[in-house]
Nanobody, 114 residues
Framework: QVSLVESGGGLVQPGGTLRLSCTAS????????MKWVRQAPGKGPERISS????????TYLDSVKGRFTTSRDNAKSTMYLQMNNLKPEDTATYYC???????RGQGTQVIVFP
């Protein structure tokens, strides 16, 4: 069955960096478009980035453009989210999903505090 496992979250000060990973199994990862979604406490989910199956096209939420970079390694069935210049408003649980799917993993928590 489909499995998505996010990791790499943590506690960081504003301006800091984190690199999230999403390891996938149970489906043809190399042929699947993927996305990152985050959900802050008390708020709905927010799509922050997407990447095509071959990694050639990425899209970003305006508020993270220039700070976040999504990439993938199809040989490792893994997607990444490099987050630079983190801000308190980036605090959320981050999830990876197939772009056209709804199943997500357990998420990884990112907390940015002054």
């Amino acid at each position: 069955q489909v499995s998505l496992v996010e990791s790499g979250g943590g506690l960081v000060q504003p301006g800091g960096t984190l690199r999230l990973s999403c390891t996938a199994s149970g489906f043809a990862f190399s042929r699947t478009d993927m996305k990152w979604v985050r959900q802050a406490p008390g708020k709905g989910p927010e799509r922050i980035s997407s990447i095509t199956s071959d990694g050639s096209v990425t899209t970003y939420l305006d508020s993270v453009k220039g700070r976040f970079t999504t990439s993938r390694d199809n040989a490792k069935s893994t997607m990444y989210l490099q987050m630079n210049n983190l801000k308190p408003e980036d605090t959320a649980t981050y999830y990876c999903l197939r772009t056209f799917g709804t199943q997500r993993g357990q998420g990884t928590q990112v907390i940015v505090f002054p």
